[in-house]
């Protein structure tokens, strides 16, 4: 799909990406894979931080390869009067604008609301920030760190005599990225049956909550509160890591009970499955110990073709442990091109995660990858009507 000229989806929809560091700009992502025009706007002297995060290769970092992906760069000091009315200009021929500033600065700036609504009545305004726009954290800084904190996520990650564990990646930004990827979707949904924009109040801190299921539910009626359990269920068993003769390692998952079943004969253990407590997942998660020792020491003797061959076999479900190493090669992800290669003009052929998801009549396509900074400032600008006279004032003020 890369490159591919077919009809996107959401062709003719404008995009300002105002926001930094992950969320936001991740949202403006998802929207550019499927088409929409977006247009990346960054501080002359201070570019969104992603670019300078993780391995750089050549001076160049590779991660802004992937999040700059399907955007237009320009710079803009949105502090200066010369940015702050372009901005304006530019908001008036927008659908979407994206921004993670701490709730009240735009309003410093003259650009909250109240202007760019009024400088465009169907504009959609997502907020992307650590706590939303209200309350008494909203002043606070804060990253996805602290909603994977917060959440409950790092209280139940982890073995349960081991200290609550973080993510190694940004869990919270990206769950929230995709959640205002949808809610600028619903939004402009309901613009087109009123015919007028509204604003996204994204908080970080909310997303995760939902990704970690009916854990309120159980608290407020049962006072139930997870513990950590390690790579255990207290749902299902067996369902576990274990390692193989040969040194890997595979998950078993047995969320059915026919699941269940079937694993159980396939290590022969067959007798367990006429034990009482066989019958529910709750109860075998309860005897997570026998079911771990009969799964363990079979896969323990066997090597991981060999484990995964049998368990393909029996239809039971397994994975292998895999790290990115094994990601770029396994055969299911080249069948979906879920790692697809991209031409770069700065370091050539790149290869990166594909677009989220396929659509059979409007797929979505990687047009080109994060692009230098301030690289289309001219050509956007001229677009919108600027002259060269207004960008040489515009860049003698700061403001560019």
Same mark, same amino acid.
């Given at each position: 799909?890369?490159?591919?000229?077919?009809?996107?989806?959401?062709?003719?929809?404008?995009?300002?990406?105002?926001?930094?560091?992950?969320?936001?700009?991740?949202?403006?992502?998802?929207?550019?894979?499927?088409?929409?025009?977006?247009? &990346?706007?960054?501080?002359? %002297?201070?570019?969104?931080?992603?670019?300078?995060?993780?391995?750089? &290769?050549?001076?160049?970092?590779?991660?802004?390869?992937?999040?700059?992906?399907?955007?237009?760069?320009?710079?803009?000091?949105?502090? &200066?009067?010369?940015?702050?009315?372009?901005?304006?200009?530019?908001?008036?021929?927008?659908?979407?604008?994206?921004?993670?500033?701490?709730?009240?600065?735009?309003?410093?700036?003259?650009?909250?609301?109240?202007?760019?609504?009024? %400088?465009?009545?169907?504009?959609?305004?997502?907020?992307?920030?650590?706590?939303?726009?209200?309350?008494?954290? %909203? #002043?606070?800084?804060?990253?996805?760190?602290?909603?994977?904190?917060?959440?409950?996520?790092?209280?139940?990650?982890?073995?349960?005599?081991?200290?609550?564990?973080?993510?190694?990646?940004? $869990?919270?930004?990206?769950?929230?990225?995709?959640?205002?990827?949808?809610?600028?979707?619903?939004?402009?949904?309901?613009?087109?049956?009123?015919?007028?924009?509204?604003?996204?109040?994204?908080?970080?801190?909310?997303?995760?909550?939902?990704?970690?299921?009916?854990?309120?539910?159980?608290?407020?009626? $049962?006072?139930?509160?997870?513990?950590?359990?390690?790579?255990?269920?207290?749902?299902?068993?067996?369902?576990?890591?274990?390692?193989?003769?040969?040194?890997?390692?595979?998950?078993?998952?047995?969320?059915?009970?026919?699941?269940?079943?079937?694993?159980?004969?396939?290590?022969?253990?067959?007798?367990?499955?006429?034990?009482?407590?066989?019958?529910?997942?709750?109860?075998?998660?309860?005897?997570?110990?026998?079911?771990?020792?009969?799964?363990?020491?079979?896969?323990?003797?066997?090597?991981?073709?060999?484990?995964?061959?049998?368990?393909? &076999?029996?239809?039971?479900?397994?994975?292998?442990?895999?790290?990115?190493?094994?990601?770029?090669?396994?055969?299911?992800?080249?069948?979906?091109?879920?790692?697809?290669?991209?031409?770069?003009?700065?370091?050539?052929?790149?290869?990166?995660?594909?677009?989220?998801?396929?659509?059979?009549?409007?797929?979505?396509?990687?047009?080109?990858?994060?692009?230098? #900074?301030? %690289?289309?400032?001219?050509?956007?600008?001229?677009? $919108?009507?600027?002259?060269?006279?207004?960008?040489?004032?515009?860049?003698?003020?700061?403001?560019?």
């Amino acid at each position: 799909m890369t490159g591919t000229t077919t009809p996107t989806p959401l062709s003719g929809l404008r995009v300002l990406d105002l926001a930094t560091l992950f969320a936001g700009p991740l949202a403006a992502t998802m929207l550019g894979d499927f088409g929409a025009e977006v247009i &990346k706007v960054e501080h002359p %002297a201070k570019p969104d931080p992603s670019r300078g995060h993780g391995p750089s &290769k050549d001076g160049i970092g590779l991660w802004w390869k992937l999040l700059g992906r399907n955007k237009r760069a320009i710079t803009l000091d949105l502090s &200066k009067p010369g940015g702050r009315d372009t901005l304006l200009r530019l908001a008036a021929t927008a659908d979407v604008i994206i921004e993670n500033f701490r709730p009240g600065t735009l309003e410093k700036w003259d650009l909250g609301w109240a202007e760019l609504s009024s %400088a465009n009545p169907r504009l959609v305004l997502a907020r992307v920030t650590a706590f939303g726009q209200f309350g008494p954290y %909203a #002043h606070r800084p804060g990253f996805g760190t602290l909603a994977e904190a917060m959440s409950g996520f790092a209280a139940i990650t982890g073995e349960p005599d081991a200290p609550p564990t973080l993510p190694p990646f940004g $869990l919270a930004d990206s769950i929230a990225g995709l959640a205002t990827a949808y809610a600028v979707m619903t939004a402009l949904a309901a613009r087109d049956r009123t015919g007028e924009g509204q604003v996204v109040d994204m908080a970080i801190i909310e997303p995760i909550l939902t990704a970690l299921g009916p854990q309120p539910l159980w608290y407020d009626q $049962l006072g139930h509160v997870q513990p950590r359990t390690g790579n255990r269920s207290q749902n299902n068993a067996p369902r576990n890591t274990y390692r193989t003769a040969d040194g890997s390692w595979v998950a078993v998952s047995t969320s059915a009970q026919s699941i269940a079943e079937r694993v159980m004969r396939l290590v022969g253990r067959p007798e367990l499955i006429d034990e009482p407590w066989f019958a529910t997942g709750a109860d075998r998660a309860r005897h997570s110990d026998v079911l771990d020792a009969a799964v363990g020491d079979w896969i323990a003797q066997r090597t991981r073709t060999e484990v995964l061959a049998a368990f393909e &076999k029996a239809e039971a479900a397994v994975a292998p442990i895999q790290d990115v190493r094994d990601v770029m090669s396994d055969p299911q992800y080249q069948a979906l091109d879920t790692i697809t290669t991209v031409d770069d003009p700065e370091l050539g052929p790149l290869r990166m995660q594909n677009v989220l998801f396929r659509l059979s009549a409007t797929p979505g396509a990687i047009r080109w990858t994060g692009r230098p #900074h301030g %690289a289309d400032t001219d050509t956007v600008l001229t677009e $919108l009507g600027l002259t060269d006279t207004e960008l040489t004032t515009l860049r003698q003020a700061g403001a560019l």
